[in-house]
């Protein structure tokens, strides 16, 4: 053989085994992290260590760390968050749920409760609390100070909770009994007169003026005030 035939065999021999060199220490390093992203994952410094719950505490906060499902000593990385925040989601009395890792070991939970707005008669015995969705909340043996009880059914029972969602802290106070009817709703008041609202529409309009009128009236006996168009209102 050749001497520059049997040099450029040597030189394509140790090419291939570089070329495999490479290969194998490419392989090894993947392997090398893998083990050690997995090792950290596992590890028990990352493991849940508490579930911080943020906005409810007591029996809201112990339900809301139930209904998450996550277990302490669980890998911290490896929790789905999304099906967490599912399950908490599907309580009655949570609009929104927010989870989320803070390293090295706990788990965050942000709620947004659903506040009520209004009650109405329940079981005997109690009363059901309506959020401004229209949806019973919880149930009390009583009915809370300050807010209206509704009256509706069917479809205006959502439409009475956003009237009550709207009175605001000066006006609801003042209302006794919430009624709707066809999508048309009344106040009635602990005292005073009755306040037509109409339809459900432009809600902030009509809040502030009939808060706006029971000012100017004084005390003076009115037997409604018609707030239908809010910037004409009428009292009979």
Request: charged fraction near 20%.
């Amino acid at each position: 053989m050749e001497p520059r035939l049997r040099d450029r065999r040597v030189a394509v021999i140790r090419e291939a085994g570089r070329r495999r060199l490479r290969r194998l220490l490419w392989v090894l390093g993947a392997v090398a992290v893998a083990a050690a992203a997995t090792g950290a994952v596992l590890s028990p410094i990352l493991d849940v260590n508490q579930i911080a719950v943020v906005g409810v505490d007591g029996a809201h906060g112990a339900e809301v760390r139930a209904a998450a499902g996550v277990a302490r000593g669980a890998p911290l990385m490896l929790v789905d968050t999304g099906a967490a925040t599912e399950r908490i989601e599907n309580l009655a009395w949570v609009d929104e749920a927010r989870v989320s890792r803070q390293l090295p070991g706990t788990l965050r939970v942000e709620i947004t409760p659903r506040f009520p707005v209004a009650w109405r008669p329940g079981d005997p015995g109690e009363v059901e609390l309506i959020d401004r969705r229209g949806v019973a909340v919880t149930t009390a043996p009583a009915p809370p100070a300050g807010l209206p009880q509704l009256q509706a059914e069917g479809p205006d029972v959502p439409i009475g909770a956003r009237i009550a969602s709207a009175l605001g802290s000066a006006l609801a106070p003042q209302v006794a009994t919430l009624v709707v009817a066809g999508g048309h709703g009344r106040l009635l008041l602990v005292t005073g007169p009755e306040v037509r609202l109409g339809e459900a529409s432009d809600l902030a309009g009509k809040v502030r003026a009939a808060a706006a009128v029971l000012d100017a009236l004084n005390g003076l006996n009115v037997n409604y005030i018609d707030v239908r168009v809010p910037s004409a209102p009428a009292t009979g």
